[in-house]
């Protein structure tokens, strides 16, 4: 601008208007240079953070849970349902194989046992595919992934209560490991789901101790 000045007083009128005139025509070029970059700017930046919202989506699953995570919950979901499978199928053997003076009393119960296991293998099931994952449904894998053995020829009061106390303590540690992992990625649904079960498994527990006293 001081050089503009300069030329512009030294040189005539008709020297001047065209100095003015050039300076404006550059003064135009840079403003309309330095508007463009802007607008080039702000649509790269649209665009980043359009696919960084891509990239935050594809890493969430139906629910909104974090793929990773979701993923890493089903595969403790599948063990703890093939346990509770495992659990179903030596609760129905006690139930149908009980003898002894308790056998009606824990005849019954058993039937309530293996149904409650029933029921809690299709909401666990349900809650894997929430989570975006297929649950196992094959016995054999069942097997290779339950934390529970299967049980044969169990028959007696004493030996069936065991069994049943055992497999149940050992559901139960599963469930406070799986709420203590939901409970760190803020899965309320798994949380609600598995606190229940725990509830109902403490109580059972208490219950066929005192039986056994």
């Given at each position: 601008?001081?050089?503009?000045?300069?030329?512009?007083?030294?040189?005539?009128?008709?020297?001047?208007?065209?100095?003015?005139?050039?300076?404006?025509?550059?003064?135009?070029?840079?403003?309309?240079?330095?508007?463009?970059?802007?607008?080039?700017?702000?649509?790269?930046?649209?665009?980043?953070?359009?696919?960084?919202?891509?990239?935050?989506?594809?890493?969430?699953?139906?629910?909104?849970?974090?793929?990773?995570?979701?993923?890493?919950?089903?595969?403790?979901?599948?063990?703890?349902?093939?346990?509770?499978?495992?659990?179903?199928?030596?609760?129905?053997?006690?139930?149908?194989?009980?003898?002894?003076?308790?056998?009606?009393?824990?005849?019954?119960?058993?039937?309530?046992?293996?149904?409650?296991?029933?029921?809690?293998?299709?909401?666990?099931?349900?809650?894997?595919?929430?989570?975006?994952?297929?649950?196992?449904?094959?016995?054999?894998?069942?097997?290779?992934?339950?934390?529970?053995?299967?049980?044969?020829?169990v028959s007696t009061s004493k030996e069936?209560v065991r069994e049943v106390l055992d497999?149940?303590?050992?559901?139960?540690?599963?469930?406070?490991?799986?709420?203590?992992?939901?409970?760190?990625?803020?899965?309320?649904?798994?949380?609600?789901?598995?606190?229940?079960?725990?509830?109902?498994?403490?109580?059972?527990?208490?219950?066929?101790?005192?039986?056994?006293?």
């Amino acid at each position: 601008m001081f050089l503009l000045e300069a030329s512009r007083k030294q040189a005539s009128p008709g020297k001047q208007k065209a100095l003015i005139f050039v300076y404006q025509l550059k003064l135009a070029i840079t403003t309309k240079n330095i508007s463009l970059r802007n607008m080039q700017l702000t649509t790269y930046v649209k665009q980043n953070d359009k696919q960084q919202l891509v990239n935050l989506k594809k890493m969430e699953n139906q629910i909104g849970l974090q793929k990773a995570y979701a993923d890493k919950m089903a595969e403790s979901l599948n063990a703890y349902l093939s346990s509770v499978q495992v659990a179903y199928m030596n609760v129905r053997g006690y139930h149908w194989n009980i003898t002894g003076n308790q056998f009606y009393l824990l005849h019954e119960k058993f039937e309530e046992i293996y149904n409650s296991l029933n029921e809690m293998a299709d909401e666990i099931a349900e809650r894997i595919l929430m989570l975006g994952v297929s649950p196992v449904h094959a016995y054999s894998k069942y097997l290779k992934l339950a934390k529970i053995r299967e049980k044969e020829n169990v028959s007696t009061s004493k030996e069936t209560v065991r069994e049943v106390l055992d497999e149940t303590r050992q559901l139960l540690k599963a469930e406070r490991e799986i709420v203590r992992l939901a409970s760190e990625n803020g899965d309320d649904g798994t949380v609600n789901l598995i606190t229940g079960y725990i509830d109902e498994q403490e109580k059972m527990i208490w219950m066929l101790s005192a039986l056994g006293k």
